[in-house]
């Protein structure tokens, strides 16, 4: 249905024009509906990115966590293995 389609003619009688406000006005009221329901969609939409996003984020910062933590134990390894070489030992693989 188009506005062409609802808008009264000029000599259109009263009672007409206001058959044909009361659809324009139910139309509206659904535009106005379905609109909202868009606007919930979109929030709902957001809002899982924005978990799944947290998500992401949470998963990479505890992984380069644990590759931090077994780099510095590689690194205290490779310390001690230098230390024991310099003082003219045999160095200890672990």
Known sequence: MTIADIAPPADVPVEDVADRLEAIEALLCRLVADVDELKLELRRARSERLEDMTLVVDLLSTSW???????????????????????????RLP
């Open 65 to 91: 966590r644990a590759v931090d933590r077994r780099l510095g134990h590689i690194d205290r390894q490779l310390d001690r293995l230098e230390r024991s070489s310099a003082r003219g030992g045999r160095p």
